[in-house]
């Protein structure tokens, strides 16, 4: 006679990002009963392209194929080398017509319009750099989430006092209150349940120094400039490709993306912050008001050429400044306690150097959905055994997830030309190899492997 299922224990997942959603549309498959619980009053998105490498293509297609058919359909994918870039490819002994670029690199402060790439990078997904609009995934990804979400729920509290089988509560700022079997955190850079977790791990007041995000010392200006004000400023050939300029203490990305029948540049400015306009501890706004002055003196303070002033010159008069907060310095020391667990930015928020930070949150969700579903398989997914799938999970994820924050970092340095004996263009050489080696981690993942190899921990050697 084969024993009976037990039940399921509910889950409760705090923010409606990109995590979240995602993460819930895997659970529904598996039947896990959960609700969100979002502090905004609606689904929002800030800034604008959102770029997936490969990994995360194998993440999406592993967690629900649906969405790799929709990213297929709706990410704009640039990866035809410019002229300049096909050049070097020839050089390189590459340059076939299939060769695609993920970005080509180029010494911004060279001047005289030169928009030639010094060294081009290219693409692990043999299709160039893939980017969707944030609004329009989120919009994908709500149309495919069944579960409830409860918006205008910030969470500020978790009260799990009642023991192995009992049910966590969870408080909000609007002083009411919800009970859940288990709890994930998918609450992003601020995440609150990061500061309870550190405050079960390290004691109690703990969570709110060591369970936050500090100020990476860098900030960035994002913003969409229309598609002929770009080419206007760089030429089309510049503006169709993935472009990096570099220089001192500083770095210009732009890449295009199509949002409706629209297509824009998408403009991310980041400067190393010698002001430390965020304090190192504190982030009560990861956003302040700035302009396009500010951005223009930025470079051209550091010496950047006219071509890259001309690309700011093409942006709106007020734009955000966003300070890059990252747990580079205070690295959670696990990702669960108990029933608690953050996944995503919540538990491992990486200023965005490699283009990787969601897609290391959809591994994350590829391996934490496939442990859930190794537990249902063997009959043993209950509220007293989540700690133990989220054991595994932390076991499977930590170091790779930590590994990002760190290497991210040190990507935007290199691009900065912060790093001794990468400095500048007698260094490009092995600044392009450094950059090649970062990105083969981030983009050979083995999503198949991982899922194997974690679901094999699960019950290795165990008599359950
Ligand atoms: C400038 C920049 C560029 C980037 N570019 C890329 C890129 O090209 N490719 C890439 O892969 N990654 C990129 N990233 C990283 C990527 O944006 C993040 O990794 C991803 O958005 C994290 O998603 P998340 O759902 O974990 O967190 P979030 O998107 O931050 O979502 C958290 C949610 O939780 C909610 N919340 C927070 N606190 C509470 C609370 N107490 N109670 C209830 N709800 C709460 C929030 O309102 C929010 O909706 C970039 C990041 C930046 C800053």
């Known amino acids: 006679m084969t024993s009976p299922t037990p039940p399921l224990p509910h889950l409760a997942l705090i923010g409606a990002g990109i995590t979240s959603l995602t993460l819930s549309i895997r659970l529904s498959a598996l039947q896990i009963p959960h609700t969100i619980y979002e502090q905004s009053p609606s689904l929002t998105e800030l800034g ?3 770029g997936f490498g490969p990994n995360a293509v194998r993440a999406l297609e592993h967690i629900d194929p649906r969405l790799v058919e929709t990213f297929n359909k ?3 994918f640039v990866g035809t080398p410019s002229p300049e870039g096909r050049k070097i490819l020839e050089r390189e002994g590459g340059g076939n017509e299939g060769d695609k670029v993920w970005i080509e690199f180029l010494d911004g402060t060279k001047q005289g319009g030169n928009v030639t790439p010094e060294f081009v990078i290219k693409a692990g997904n043999g299709r160039g750099h893939a980017a969707v609009h944030r609004g329009k995934w989120l919009d994908v990804l709500a149309g495919l989430v069944t579960a409830e979400i409860k918006f205008g729920k910030r969470l500020v509290d978790i009260i799990d006092s009642e023991g192995v089988g009992g049910k966590v509560k969870l408080v909000f700022g609007d002083g009411t209150v919800a009970e859940a079997d288990g709890v994930v955190g998918c609450d992003g850079v601020k995440s609150r349940v990061r500061e309870i977790l550190v405050d079960a791990i390290h004691g109690k007041g703990e969570g709110k120094s060591k369970g936050k995000c500090g100020y990476s010392g860098k900030y960035a200006y994002r913003c969409l400039v229309p598609w002929d004000k770009a080419v206007e400023a760089v030429g089309e050939d510049r503006a169709g490709v993935s472009s990096l300029w570099m220089g001192p203490n500083r770095h210009l990305l732009t890449f295009p993306v199509n949002r409706q029948k629209e297509r824009f540049l998408n403009l991310v400015a980041f400067v190393t912050d010698k002001n430390q306009t965020w304090s190192r501890t504190e982030a009560s706004s990861l956003t302040l008001p700035a302009t396009r002055t500010d951005a223009l003196k930025d470079f051209e303070q550091a010496g950047f050429s006219e071509a890259v002033l001309q690309l700011l010159r093409m942006t709106q008069e007020k734009m955000d400044r966003w300070g890059l907060f990252d747990l580079a310095d ?8 108990g029933r608690i667990m953050v996944i ?11 283009g990787s930070g969601a897609g290391f949150c959809m591994e994350d969700i590829a391996i934490l959905g496939a442990l859930f579903e190794e537990a249902i398989t063997h ?8 700690g133990d799938v989220f054991a595994v999970f932390d076991h499977r994820r930590h170091e790779r997830d930590q590994w990002l924050v760190k290497s991210s970092r040190r990507a935007a340095d290199l691009y900065e030309w912060r790093i001794p004996g990468f400095q500048g263009p007698s260094g490009f050489e092995k600044m392009k190899a450094d950059i090649e080696e970062r990105q083969e981690i981030c983009w050979g993942f083995d ?4 899922v194997k190899e974690a679901k094999g921990e699960m019950y290795r050697g165990s008599q359950r």
């Open 379 to 386: 009959k043993d997914l209950t509220v007293d055994t989540l």
């Open 344 to 354: 995503g930015d919540a538990a491992h928020a990486s200023t965005p150097h490699h």
């Open 447 to 450: 999503v198949e492997s991982a």
């Open 330 to 337: 205070r690295p959670l020391p696990m990702f669960f306690s």
């Open 74 to 76: 709706t990410a704009t």
């Open 48 to 50: 604008a392209g959102l």
